[in-house]
Structures are given as structure tokens and as C-alpha cells.
């Protein structure tokens, strides 16, 4: 069987991957400074004679082409960086950077991803061409739309595109894929409160912004419950209020902001949520006779799943899984990628890997300061990937 033979290969290289991934988990990058994981790419790629674009947005695209190359174009990606948190693990290739942890596993997005341009590279039996996208700043920092303002889907004849995430609540040895919602979409709340400052015990000659902010605070959290179908996801939370001075008792400050975020998967939730906030926050401010000013911004597009191209990876999926372990209803989640952005350019999905298994590592959830990723999936991530190039002509 196809699906066993592609496995056997990769589980030679699964030492060799778990090194690499294990050495870029001790040195993560943020953002689009990716220069020492860059390298490390880079150098690896070459070493297997693979043509490689470094000049794609801060990213790096491969190009391994098959036994006919005018065939269907596909697209894997993987993201390289990590996040500004301090880890809390203390095995040996823990962060060795202070302040920036690979949190994510996309350390481990990038091992499978190598893992699968070596399985290619020396299996060119399929037909068709295969870009193998190793994106930066996916975390909340553009990454996505700097490769394709830098031209991805114009100079790379991409007709379908792939992305494979870890997902520490599904056990080890399933995948989720489904048509349609996965990911939600992301939008960034900022709120600046203007009062007038003064002395604490005189309140009625000041306007106090901490008190306009913790109205907003409960108004805000109306949206949701009252303004929105219930049978429709949103979320909307406040995390972080900054105003006065922890050093003053006594001192009504002159202002104060907030910031947040929103959650939604409809566009017109995302709209009525964006409404509801810019309708609500002047007005309430108003009736303290504050003024409070609204920046709302759309990071990340929800990542909506292609049918037929979900369908096509359940299929290489239930081939290498077992059909029984192709999760097709696992709960969308409120969590963002700006994976969205190339699904809105291609037809594609964005797939999840199970990674929970009984060594508790393994089971902290992404972002967690003990997350880690887990090296066993390093051969079935690559030959997942391997086997959507494989079937792409088939
Ligand atoms: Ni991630």
C-alpha cells in the first residue's frame, strides 16, 4: 500500500527530524526576524538539491516538481514563528531564549514539512508541481499577506493549497478535517477614554475615565448575550485596562484605554459585534460626559475549508489513518489564522493533527508556557503532506 511505503521512508529520517525540530524549538524567532531558522531551512533544502525562493515576503518557498510538471500546481504551508512567552519547560532543548518560546509547534510544522520536501524529492513519481510554503509571522503579524503582497500565488502556478496544524485535545494518531468553518475570525478592539483628571476627594470637579471604563467593561459583554442569534458564534473579551498610577491614591487620571478583542466566523456577526461596539462606546462614555474614541481592526478572516477540497484530503487521510480516525465534526475553534487569507485565494483546507498522548507534555494546549510538540508526529504530519502531492494527480 502507497500510504505504508511513504510512512516506512519517512520513519528512517524521524531521528534526524526530531533533531532539527528539537534545535529550532531551543532557538524560536518571532515575527519576520527569522534569520537563524531561515538558515537552518534554507541549508537543509539545499543539501537535498531542492530549489528554493527566499525572497517570497519573508518566507521561503520550494519547488519539487513531478513527472509532469504542466500538471495541477498544489501548495503545503507551514509557519516558522514563535511567540513573545517565556517557557516553562526545563528538558534540554527548552527555549534558550529568554522571553520566546515555540508555543505553538510551529517548530514542529516546519519538521514536517522538511520531512515531507526530503520524502518528495526522492519520489518524484507524481505529476504536477509542489510548493512547499514556509511562512513567517503567523502569529497576529501579517505573514501570510506579506507572502502574497510579495506575489506567492502570481509567480507559483498554485491551484490548491494545504496546511496541517497540531491539535493537543485530539489524541495522537487522528486528523480533523472538515468542510467549512475551522478557525475563527480575528478582529483587534481598541479603546481610548478621554475624561478630565483631578483630585480624588473633589470626584464632581472631574471626569473619571476608570469609571467609563468599567461600565464598558459589563456593556460590552451585552453584545453577545443580547445583540447576537444565539445559534451563532461570537466572542468578544476585554483584556487589558490601563489608566492612573499605582503610586496614586489620590488622583482621578485624565484618561484611560482598553484593549480586546472579537471573535465570529459570519460576516454579518463580525459586522453587527463591529456596530454594536462603535454605537455603544461613545454613547456610554457620553453619559458620564466622557468622550471615548473606537479603533477597530480586522487582523484575520475566519478559515473557511473548500468541500471538495476537504473531501479530497479525508480520502489521503482515511489512507493513511484508517478511515475511523478521520475526525470530520471536531468543534471549529475561536482561535485565528491568518491561513485565511490563502484560502481566500485558492481553494484549499487548513487540517488538524492530534498530538495529545499520555506523556503529559504533550497535553498542554498551544500558547500554554508547557506546551511542547510532539515528535511522533513528525513521519505521519510529513506523509500526510507527502500524500495530498501524491493524490493531487492521481
Ligand atoms: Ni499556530
Sequence with gaps: MKAQKRINQIKEWHQAYTDFRRDLHAYPEIGFDLSRTREKIKALLAGLKIDLHDDVGGGIVAVISGNDPMMRGIALRADMDALPMQEANTFTHASKIPGCMHGCGHDGHVAMLMACAHYLQKNRDFSG?????????EEGKGGAMAMIKAGLFERFAIDRIFA???????????IAIQPGRVMAACDRIN???GGRGGHAAYPHLAIDPILVASHLVTGIQSIVARNIDPYQEAVVSICGIEAGNMDAMNVIPDKARMIGTARTFLPQ??????????????????????????????IDPATVNDACQAAFAEKVAAELFGTE???????????????SYMLLQKPGAYLRIGQQNDRTRC?????????????????YGAAMLAGLVEANSA
Excluded at 129 to 137: E, N, V
Excluded at 164 to 174: C, D, E, I, Q
Excluded at 325 to 339: H, I, K, T, Y
Design 129 to 137: 508541481t509542489a510548493y512547499l510554503i514556509f511562512q513567517p509571522a
Design 363 to 379: 497535553n498542554a494546549f498551544l500558547h500554554n508556557d508547557l506546551y511542547d510538540f510532539n515528535d511522533d508526529l513528525i513521519p
Design 269 to 298: 456577526v463580525q459586522d453587527a459585534v463591529e456596530k454594536r461596539l462603535r454605537e455603544m462606546i461613545p454613547a456610554v462614555a457620553a453619559g458620564f460626559g466622557a468622550e471615548a474614541k473606537l479603533d477597530y481592526e480586522r
Design 191 to 193: 479603546i481610548e477614554i
Design 325 to 339: 480516525n478521520v475526525v470530520r465534526d471536531l468543534q471549529p475553534s475561536m482561535g485565528a489564522e491568518d491561513f
Design 164 to 174: 496541517l496544524h497540531n491539535w493537543p485535545t485530539l489524541p495522537f494518531g487522528k
